[in-house]
């Protein structure tokens, strides 16, 4: 324990969001954990005896977020790179390519991230050719948004020998699978030790600065490298490097004891993540009952319902959580046969027990949904994916037509199962963004999928936490770890889609902590301070 985990802290003058007392004003943190939450008159017994009082001055307390899905190291070189997201038109992308270029002569080969052709008013992706001329000639990787195809220039084809005659490969148009995999994989391997550390330093202090105390770490072969991962855990665990608590899951598939033993001698905490079961939506290579509407095919499948009972029933056996991404109908399909085929052959009890999770369900129907609460599956999803492509005329309506993309992201039917929800935001392909990320599930663009706030709060506070098999943290009550953030908001209020909830929500007698208004154009709440196990990680400058 360092010596600030030692020192006892009372905090007081603000909002402290706690269950265990709805109109608490106060906390005191000792030992890294939650000692006491309470009202500022039974604050003054303890003001002398602790070693540090901070005045909150009104300040909300909250737990700190967790984000249930991130790619670390991808996400530091966004942040530190070349970001297209805000690129208007394909002109614009070439330019920022340019400017990028110019201005990074000393990199081995150049990454991006973020170019969305569907936003775009030329509704195509750039050429090879026009990579080169922006490039210079020079190897550049740009993958699309979703991270499941890319963009590349000649020389990038030139350092993987055979990429042409892999799968996913194709002359002038975004590769997919396993072409993209190779030239993802050589990439990546052009970043320097220093370059990736600096990447990971960079994403965990942003992550901070947002009051996230806590970061899935989504990582496996196909995405990254052990070494990545590795390093990774390693500079989280620095008591040198305060920062966000990083949890690692590590997506191979595990066919016994010896393969669920190299999971956990890599630091991961379940063999899950992004073990790929299908790909996008935004790619075409999500996997599909039913053809998509824009194209004349059903996407493309990794694993079939077989694998995912073997690879689940292995990790189960050795006491291991699983799971799997899995985005189309019929890949959640997959994922559903093949759970239950394991429960059957383990029993259900144990299957429920390891909490196994599955990373996005974005295409769910009343029967999968129904499967998830029988069979103890967290989804952990992202609800800013429908912020950015739901609607009736978003990208999911473009792939799907506007009947079907009404369906996705189920999130008030899956509370009503009893489905456990852990929100992230599998930055970069969506920002780390906590608080919008709850107003998008709470302002949900199709209004019947739409939960309260404090549902989405707790999806995305306790219910990472309990995705990885904690029950006793994630909220501020005694006893709970001290991870928790300190903001500046306007009035705390009650939102739920019905209104008769909220009405009842704010009176008084019924206890209910209130939270910012995140009506859409409110300002969001605006982090002060971060605290991670009692040590402070973040404090906002000049406050």
Not at 276 to 297: E, I, R, W
Request: aromatic content about 6%; hydrophobic content about 45%.
């Amino acid at each position: 324990m360092t010596e600030s985990e030692h020192r006892t802290v009372l905090l007081r003058g603000g909002e402290v969001h706690s269950p265990a007392d709805p109109f608490a004003t106060a906390m005191v943190v000792e030992r890294g954990h939650v000692a006491w939450v309470g009202s500022e008159g039974a604050a003054d017994a303890f003001a002398s005896g602790v070693d540090e009082v901070i005045d909150l001055e009104g300040a909300l307390v909250t737990p700190a977020f967790t984000d249930a899905h991130v790619h670390t190291t991808a996400t530091g070189l966004a942040l530190t790179g070349l970001d297209l997201s805000a690129a208007r038109t394909l002109g614009e992308a070439l330019a920022l390519v340019r400017a990028h270029s110019a201005a990074h002569p000393g990199d081995r080969v150049l990454l991006g991230h973020g170019w969305d052709a569907a936003r775009w008013p030329e509704r195509r992706p750039p050429s090879r050719a026009e990579l080169d001329e922006a490039a210079g000639g020079r190897p550049l990787y740009l993958p699309r948004v979703d991270v499941h195809s890319a963009v590349v220039t000649s020389a990038l084809l030139d350092l993987v020998p055979g990429v042409t005659g892999l799968v996913g490969y194709q002359p002038d148009a975004p590769l997919t699978a396993a072409a993209h995999h190779a030239v993802r994989a050589a990439a990546h391997g052009a970043v320097t030790p220093g370059q990736r550390a600096a990447a990971q330093r960079a994403a965990l202090r942003h992550a901070a600065s947002l009051g996230i105390g806590t970061v899935h770490e989504c990582a496996g072969p196909e995405i990254s490298d052990e070494e990545d991962f590795t390093s990774l855990l390693r500079l989280a665990g620095d008591a040198g490097e305060p920062g966000p608590r990083v949890v690692g899951y590590w997506a191979e598939p595990v066919a016994g004891e010896k393969d669920a033993r190299r999971i956990r001698e890599l630091g991961a905490v379940g063999a899950a993540g992004d073990l790929f079961v299908d790909g996008s939506l935004g790619s075409h290579t999500a996997c599909l009952h039913q053809p998509y509407a824009d194209a004349d095919h059903t996407g493309t499948a990794h694993l079939d319902a077989a694998a995912v009972a073997a690879h689940v029933t292995a990790c189960t056996e050795a006491g291991l959580q699983a799971g799997f991404h899995a985005i189309g109908d019929a890949a959640v399909g997959a994922v559903v046969a093949g759970v239950r085929a394991a429960a059957g052959t383990l029993g259900l009890a144990r299957v429920r027990a390891a909490r196994h999770r599955v990373e996005h369900a974005e295409m769910l129907t009343p029967e999968t949904i129904a499967a998830f609460a029988e069979l103890g599956l967290t989804a952990s999803v992202q609800p800013a994916f429908d912020a950015a492509w739901g609607g009736d005329d978003g990208m999911y309506a473009q792939r799907l037509g506007v009947e079907r993309a009404r369906t996705l992201n189920p999130y008030a039917a899956m509370l009503r199962a009893g489905v456990p929800l852990a929100f992230g935001s599998d930055s970069p392909v969506t920002p780390l963004d906590p608080w919008g990320t709850v107003r998008a599930a709470a302002f949900h663009r199709t209004p019947e999928h739409r939960v309260s706030v404090r549902a989405a709060f707790t999806a995305h506070t306790r219910g990472g936490w309990r995705a990885t098999g904690r029950d006793d943290a994630g909220t501020l009550v005694p006893g709970a770890p001290a991870d928790y953030a300190v903001w500046r908001t306007g009035e705390l209020v009650v939102q739920a889609p019905d209104d008769r909830v909220a009405r009842w929500s704010t009176d008084p007698r019924s206890g209910t902590p209130g939270l910012p208004d995140l009506t859409p154009g409110a300002a969001l709440p605006v982090c002060l301070r971060t605290v991670v196990f009692g040590q402070t990680v973040f404090v906002r400058p000049n406050e």
